[in-house]
């Protein structure tokens, strides 16, 4: 069974830069599509951005096209999301999903795997 810790969250002015992990445990990690997901306070989670098994195909939110790049390393098991020019609105529980298929995933209901969650906070 794999799981997922994640790790890099904090507290950041707004315009400034944070990068999130995501460790996996076990041998098929590797071949598991990723994705992370936010919440805010009182807001229901949302979908911020998706990775294939392999990286060659990622997908974004609007919400954050243009400033957040997803990107895994297999050989460490680990995603990646960096986040740039930071907002106030991004501020939130981040949370990292895998899924055995390894095809790309947009939506809560086909992660079968979850962290624990990593809180940032994007102050003005």
């Known amino acids: 069974q794999v799981q997922l810790v994640e790790s890099g969250g904090g507290a950041v002015q707004a315009g400034g830069s944070l990068r999130l992990s995501c460790a996996a445990s076990?041998?098929?990690?590797?071949?598991?599509?990723q994705g992370w997901f936010r919440q805010a306070p009182g807001k229901e989670r949302e979908f911020v951005a998706a990775?294939?098994?392999?990286?060659?195909?990622?997908s974004y939110a609007d919400s954050v096209k243009g400033r957040f790049t997803i990107s895994r390393d297999n050989a460490k098991n680990t995603v990646y999301l960096q986040m740039n020019s930071l907002k106030p609105e991004d501020t939130a529980v981040y949370y990292c999903?895998?899924?055995?298929?390894?095809?790309?995933?947009?939506?809560?209901?086909?992660?079968?795997?979850w962290g624990q969650g990593t809180q940032v906070t994007v102050s003005s």
């Open positions: 990775i294939n098994w392999n990286g060659g195909i990622t």
């Open positions: 999903a895998a899924d055995p298929g390894g095809g790309i995933r947009k939506r809560e209901y086909e992660y079968r795997v």
């Open positions: 076990g041998r098929t990690a590797s071949s598991y599509a």
